[in-house]
């Protein structure tokens, strides 16, 4: 997993960072990864390898840099700079659950993602100084790291973050971590609610904006007046990860120009996108994907749903609510692939039945009557390396992409298409 192996190569160079030139960075990961394969628990290996190097925990001598000169691979780092954007991230590293913090920092010269490997309280708006952090890569550009060994303090300055050429974006690739974002689109829907933000009531303005690429969720934290159906240009935003999938966030610092332009609606994400695209992009809103299915899952066709919190149980036991009698239910979990890249869809019971042709009862009937393995195979026989068709939205997490279908169609060969592309192949040939 990408986690874990990030999580490995902060934990190398966080030990780097206090051992200087004095041992070489191969020799820490492979000490490192040796406690970890005899299953020594994640922090406890930190601390035997630190141990094992006597890394002590004052770094050495600091260099300090504006974030526009950080380089990936920089280490012993002084910056100080505002804190753009932060969300809190829950992820798993060799079955432990661990909070990590992600965001936007930035000073006078440049803006940056973060990863923080612990809560130092940090809040959007802060200015602090950073003292003994590192960089890596990340999508082409600098990532600081702030681990336990980085001393995070206020700083008492003014920063006026810089004013940068906002990159341009079409919709479909926008990914989370992206700052000083430009994109054009069509504002889709909106809604304005009341949040509560550190104790003071904000208006936030959400919704759908798209283009003839693709969809993405919107947060607008500011009154820019926006219209459903308008074309606008946004610059100065930045993108975040939000249940699952990527957001666009804009606020009082981003500008949004209206544009005397129209895009039809039945325009806007009508074309399949690459599962390579939909899962470095972290997923995304009313994706349209084609594949073929490559497996079927196990926990699909005939199931059983917890009649409280509807997951699905096992022999009558639901993980949160216990033993409960369950209601029937009916779904696939396939893992559909393109060449490029996978995703699993999921299809409920009437997208099944829609692409099975058949209905829950017929296949409880056929339960009854040969057993649950003969809806098994059946489901098998139909879809198995069979192309497909799946629009929804794909939600991003550790495990991969997931697809929760709103509609899917087996696609079907032109056989006179193909037959007359074979005949003209052989006229060549010939």
């Excluded at 630190?50 to 000169?69: I, M, N």
């Excluded at 559909?336 to 019971?349: E, F, H, Q, S, Y």
């Excluded at 079907?412 to 192949?425: C, G, T």
């Amino acid at each position: 997993m990408a986690d874990e192996k990030e999580d490995v190569d902060s934990i190398v160079d966080d030990v780097m960072t206090s051992l200087g030139d004095e041992v070489s960075r191969d020799q820490v990961k492979k000490k490192l990864q040796t406690f970890l394969d005899y299953g020594v628990p994640l922090d406890q290996a930190r601390q035997a390898v630190l141990k094992k190097f006597g890394a002590g925990s004052a770094p050495a001598g600091l260099t300090t840099k504006k974030l526009a000169e950080v380089q990936p691979g920089d280490r012993r780092l002084q910056v100080t700079g505002k804190i753009v954007a932060i969300e809190k991230w829950d992820v798993e590293v060799r079955g432990e659950q661990r909070t990590i913090f992600r965001g936007l920092i930035g000073d006078d010269t440049e803006v940056l993602p973060f990863t923080a490997w612990k809560d130092f309280g940090l809040q959007s708006g802060d200015v602090v100084t950073l003292k003994n952090a590192y960089a890596n890569e990340w999508s082409g550009q600098a990532r600081l790291n702030i681990s336990e060994w980085t001393e995070v303090s206020p700083a008492e300055v003014s920063i006026q973050l810089a004013e940068r050429t906002p990159q341009r974006f079409k919709v479909i690739d926008l990914r989370p971590g992206l700052s000083n974002v430009e994109v054009k689109g069509k504002v889709l829907s909106l809604e304005e609610r009341e949040v509560t933000v550190d104790g003071d009531s904000k208006k936030v303005y959400t919704g759908l904006l798209g283009d003839p690429s693709g969809k993405i969720q919107y947060n607008a934290w500011h009154d820019f007046g926006l219209q459903e159906n308008e074309v606008i240009q946004v610059s100065g935003a930045y993108t975040k990860s939000w249940r699952g999938t990527p957001q666009l966030v804009f606020d009082e610092r981003a500008t949004v120009k209206k544009l005397d332009e129209k895009i039809a609606t039945e325009d806007i994400a009508q074309r399949p996108v690459s599962l390579y695209k939909v899962v470095e992009g972290g997923g995304g809103v009313d994706i349209i994907m084609e594949g073929s299915v490559i497996e079927i899952q196990s926990g699909s066709g005939l199931i059983e749903r917890c009649p409280q919190c509807n997951r699905a149980i096992r022999d009558g036991i639901c993980v949160i609510d216990g033993e409960v009698t369950g209601q029937p239910d009916l779904r696939i979990k396939a893992v559909v692939d393109d060449g490029t890249g996978a995703v699993t869809a999921i299809l409920d019971r009437e997208m099944t039945e829609q692409m099975m042709e058949k209905t829950m009862e017929d296949y409880r009937r056929l339960a009854r009557e040969q057993g649950e393995e003969a809806v098994d195979r059946e489901i098998q026989q139909r879809l198995m390396a069979h192309p497909i068709r799946v629009t929804g939205n794909a939600l991003a997490d550790d495990y991969g992409v997931t697809v929760i279908v709103r509609d899917a169609t087996l696609i079907m060969p032109d056989i006179a298409a193909e037959s007359q592309r074979l005949l003209e192949e052989l006229e060549v040939t010939e």
